[in-house]
């Protein structure tokens, strides 16, 4: 199912406070609960303008802005010959982050991100497609639809994060 009016924009540092203002919005509506700060000391230290400029400079990622009718409503990141936990860098690319405004959810730009992910990783010759997602969150799941399945788990240790939601899961998909 294509979604009418949805495009994916690689990003370069002009679009900087446009992934700031994603960020920082989609992150305080989906996961403030995994905080008992709501996340204010995470979004301080890692959605600030110098950060996501070292992150746009580096030569395998790549960032890209979800637009639906022109309006920017997300963003996405990937790192291309990225290792996962079970596959060497040269099969792998990894979809660090995918963030999506609250008011787009269930409209399915999540599987068309997946599917343009996808078409990227074939066409760069990567035969596995690896994420990391919250144990406890509802993208989980999401992904587990998608066809990802959970290959590795650990603990994360931020400060003010809630014990119960520390678990990751290293997901990965086949080509």
Same mark, same amino acid.
């Not at 890692?46 to 030569?59: D, V």
């Not at 996808?118 to 990567?126: D, I, K, L």
């Not at 997602?133 to 590795?152: I, L």
């Given at each position: 199912?294509?979604?009418?009016?949805?495009?994916?924009?690689?990003?370069?540092? $002009?679009?900087?406070?446009?992934?700031?203002?994603?960020?920082?919005?989609?992150?305080?509506?989906?996961?403030?609960?995994?905080?008992?700060?709501?996340?204010?000391?995470?979004?301080?230290? $890692?959605?600030?303008?110098?950060?996501?400029?070292?992150?746009?400079?580096?030569?395998?990622?790549?960032?890209?802005?979800?637009?639906?009718?022109?309006?920017?409503?997300?963003?996405?990141?990937? $790192?291309?010959?990225?290792?996962?936990?079970?596959?060497?860098?040269?099969?792998?690319?990894?979809?660090?982050?995918?963030?999506?405004?609250?008011?787009?959810?269930?409209?399915?730009?999540?599987?068309?991100?997946?599917?343009?992910?996808?078409?990227?990783?074939?066409?760069? $010759?990567?035969?596995?497609?690896?994420?990391?997602?919250?144990?406890?969150?509802?993208?989980?799941?999401?992904?587990?639809?998608?066809?990802?399945?959970?290959?590795?788990?650990?603990?994360?240790?931020?400060?003010?994060?809630?014990?119960?939601?520390?678990?990751?899961?290293?997901?990965?998909?086949?080509?």
């Amino acid at each position: 199912m294509q979604v009418p009016g949805l495009q994916l924009q690689v990003c370069t540092e $002009n679009e900087i406070p446009t992934i700031l203002r994603v960020a920082i919005q989609s992150y305080r509506e989906h996961y403030t609960y995994l905080w008992t700060d709501k996340g204010e000391n995470y979004i301080a230290s $890692n959605f600030t303008p110098e950060i996501l400029t070292r992150e746009l400079q580096a030569k395998k990622s790549h960032f890209y802005v979800v637009q639906l009718e022109s309006e920017p409503v997300g963003f996405f990141k990937l $790192n291309d010959e990225k290792p996962s936990t079970t596959f060497p860098a040269t099969d792998c690319l990894e979809l660090e982050r995918i963030y999506l405004l609250q008011k787009v959810a269930g409209k399915g730009i999540g599987k068309q991100v997946l599917k343009f992910v996808m078409q990227v990783a074939s066409e760069r $010759n990567r035969s596995i497609v690896w994420l990391k997602a919250m144990d406890s969150s509802p993208a989980k799941g999401f992904y587990e639809r998608m066809g990802f399945t959970g290959k590795d788990t650990y603990r994360l240790d931020f400060p003010f994060m809630k014990d119960e939601h520390r678990k990751i899961v290293v997901m990965e998909k086949s080509i």
